[in-house]
């Protein structure tokens, strides 16, 4: 059963904290995604990945942090930097960057400052 | 830099009514646009995809359009039910800036019984 794999679905995180969502794929796609979502309001680009061992700045990148080590898989960590963390957010992933294809969206994580 | 508009914001109709969302964009310069549905608290669903070379795609009660001219692009929805409630985001790819996508605030449609 192919499809994008986030966890945790809740996570609270301490001010001054490290936090990292997991993102995993089966579908074989080379790019990946992470966008954030506030409430009302449209997703906003984070971090992208084309390929493994390579990724690039979004629109809103300060404060966060990947990697992609392997094609499957693309954490993002939310460093003590992001001085409004608390979102709603969201990994896709699709065929390769650009072009004719479609994006797959996994289930979300929701990020929570205590 | 593209920027994609969604009008309304918010939409309450009647069971079985006929409704239409609406999506516009500032830069013709795409690959594709989509539809997704986003149910409260969860990721986004695909339901559509349009090509730019495409005039319009349908999916059972759904049809979305496409005017890359103007720079819109409408969901249709058909003998809407209360299932179809949900909010309704479209997002379009460039053809410049490495391709990525540009969302739209969506519209959170809500359809009474």
């Known amino acids: 059963d192919g499809g994008i794999t986030q966890s945790p679905k809740y996570l609270f995180r301490k001010e001054g904290q490290n936090v990292t969502l997991s993102c995993e794929q089966n579908l074989n796609h080379d790019a990946m995604y992470w966008y954030r979502q506030d409430p009302g309001q449209g997703l906003r680009l984070i971090y992208y990945?084309?390929?493994?061992?390579?990724?690039q700045k979004g629109d809103i990148a300060e404060g966060y942090s990947v990697s992609r080590e392997k094609k499957e898989s693309f954490p993002l960590t939310v460093t003590s930097a992001q001085k409004n963390p608390t979102a709603f957010y969201l990994c896709a992933s699709s065929p390769r960057q650009g072009g004719d294809t479609e994006a797959f969206f996994g289930q979300g994580t929701r990020l929570t400052v205590v | 830099k593209q920027e994609v508009t969604q009008i309304p914001a918010a939409l309450s109709v009647p069971e079985g009514e006929n409704l239409v969302l609406n999506c516009s964009f500032t830069d013709s310069a795409i690959y594709n646009l989509q539809w997704f549905r986003q149910d409260p608290g969860k990721g986004l669903t695909s339901l559509l995809l349009?090509?730019?070379?495409?005039r319009e795609q349908t999916s059972g009660r759904l049809n979305a359009s496409l005017d890359k001219s103007s720079g819109r692009s409408t969901l249709y929805i058909a003998a809407s039910q209360p299932g179809d409630s949900a909010t309704y985001l479209c997002a379009v790819r460039g053809n410049t800036n490495a391709g990525k996508s540009t969302f739209g605030d969506g519209t959170t449609l809500t359809v009474k019984p």
């Open positions: 990945s084309q390929i493994v061992n390579d990724f």
């Open positions: 349009i090509q730019s070379s495409q």
